[in-house]
């Protein structure tokens, strides 16, 4: 049986962004809109309907919003008061998205890397990459005649998957390694706003989501605000950056 084609940079991303987008509906379903709790004349109609008993329709409530009934039964273990904050959702689907768009990078330059080292086309950056003694000797021993495939493997894809990142800096270095030149400025060209529009973007969506990652998004004595709204604008900030890096490194015979 034949191995599944792996998936293109782009294609792993949008399935990888499903999720955040995802998260982010069940945020918005989930988040109770009604203050008060279940009256007694909808606990009795729907009592019946479930098949409640008379002295159980008493524990009956229920969550409302515009896309959702949810009903919790007598016993539930999850009550109304439980889904008043989605921002721990919004907090992962940020996180998640940053994520997608990390791997995307790494993909993306691993997919440029062969090319450049078979042709003799590496870059000035992509030169620059140190090879430590140890993976010189397994690629002396194991690799033979595919010693460009060893430099790929064993130093290139290592340094590429621990470095890539949201971060501007990184962004920038990822695509440098690829001969992408003054990123920022082609990005910006690209997603056709003001200079250094992206590079203030990135910053500010990976200096939120290390908030999130290593603080818990603390703020004082609390949680930082976050909505369904600045959150759908992250998502898609994000998926324009990389709708803008797929057309910088697309193909030239593409």
């Not at 460009?148 to 949201?166: H, K």
Request: aromatic share 4%; glycine share 6%; with cysteine.
């Amino acid at each position: 049986m034949a191995g599944k084609t792996k998936p293109s940079p782009l294609a792993a991303f949008e399935a990888n962004m499903a999720d955040a987008h995802q998260l982010v509906r069940i945020a918005a379903c989930l988040t109770n809109q009604r203050t008060q709790r279940m009256r007694a004349e909808p606990r009795e109609r729907i009592g019946a309907a479930l098949g409640v008993g008379k002295r159980q329709r008493d524990q009956l409530d229920w969550l409302i919003n515009e896309d959702v009934w949810l009903i919790f039964r007598p016993g539930s273990g999850v009550q109304r008061h439980d889904f008043v904050d989605h921002r721990p959702l919004l907090r992962q689907a940020l996180v998640a998205a940053c994520a997608a768009t990390e791997t995307y990078i790494a993909d993306k330059v691993m997919e440029r890397v062969g090319p450049l080292l078979y042709d003799g086309t590496a870059t000035p950056r992509l030169r620059k990459l140190t090879l430590d003694l140890d993976s010189w000797m397994e690629i002396d021993q194991r690799y033979l005649s595919k010693k460009r495939w060893g430099l790929r493997t064993l130093v290139v894809e290592p340094y590429v998957r621990e470095n890539a990142s949201t971060a501007p800096n990184k962004v920038g270095e990822m695509l440098s390694l690829i001969g992408v030149d003054k990123p920022f400025k082609q990005l910006d060209r690209q997603r056709k706003v003001k200079g250094r529009e992206t590079e203030v973007l990135l910053d500010r969506i990976t200096e939120r989501r290390n908030h999130i990652a290593h603080t818990g998004d603390r703020q004082g004595r609390g949680r930082a605000q976050l909505s369904i709204d600045e959150v759908n604008t992250d998502l898609a900030a994000l998926e324009s950056v990389v709708a803008a890096i797929e057309e910088l490194v697309k193909p030239s015979d593409s």
